[in-house]
């Protein structure tokens, strides 16, 4: 089972479901050719697409374009359903810096036959997480800085002040479709600047006041079975 730990302590939690968010920022949105939304695009990746920094990134046979996409995740801490957003933050525990790991060439598929994008989003090591940084010291999950280097080199640099979607208003509306429970992640969006990782990789993410997560690519050796 897929834990997260928290920076200050031993204390551990055991992941539930990850509630992620598209197109979260505008200009992101923008670099994909896609409209800023009304309301939030929601996906979900498993448990099992969790994994903690020095870890490694499989690409799967299935796919030849792994891309990254930084994000802040927030970790919520107690059950809820209905929430309203002015009680949204009493169900957070803490924040960490996330990855949500994308097989674009697969997404691309499915989009063009309107089909799910499962796959390309939630396969094993899909989902990288830091250790989580307890919301006691994180003030204002508003205005931080969020970066990606990919070999040392800078990729995406932004802030969560141009969020569209804000967390409690996140947390209100998910809750109003899914039960919250101790131990769900919520990836909310990405900034502008993805792009294409390869197997070799090493990646290090980064936001301001919460932590650092690093992780490393690499290709599997397995093949996929045809009947």
Request: hydrophobic share 40%; net charge negative; with cysteine.
């Amino acid at each position: 089972m897929a834990k997260v730990t928290f920076t200050d302590s031993q204390r551990f939690v055991n992941v539930g479901k990850c509630l992620c968010l598209g197109r979260n920022y505008p200009a992101h949105a923008k670099e994909m050719n896609a409209e800023v939304p009304d309301s939030p695009v929601v996906f979900i990746k498993p448990s099992t697409a969790v994994i903690g920094s020095g870890s490694r990134v499989i690409i799967p046979p299935l796919s030849r374009e792994l891309h990254h996409e930084v994000e802040m995740v927030v970790l919520i801490g107690k059950e809820g359903k209905h929430i309203p957003r002015a009680e949204a933050f009493d169900y957070v525990a803490g924040y960490a810096v996330g990855l949500d790991m994308t097989l674009r060439d697969v997404q691309a598929e499915a989009k063009k036959k309107g089909l799910p994008w499962s796959i390309a989003k939630g396969f094993d090591t899909s989902a990288p997480v830091s250790a989580i940084m307890d919301k006691r010291f994180v003030p204002d999950p508003h205005s931080l800085k969020l970066s990606l280097k990919v070999n040392g080199v800078l990729r995406q640099c932004s802030s969560t002040a141009h969020m569209i979607f804000r967390v409690d208003f996140i947390i209100s509306y998910l809750s109003s479709i899914f039960t919250l429970e101790a131990g769900d992640l919520i990836f909310t969006g990405t900034p502008e600047g993805v792009g294409e990782v390869f197997a070799g990789d090493e990646m290090e993410a980064s936001l301001e006041n919460v932590g650092v997560l690093r992780v490393g690519v690499e290709s599997s050796s397995s093949t996929v079975q045809h009947e």
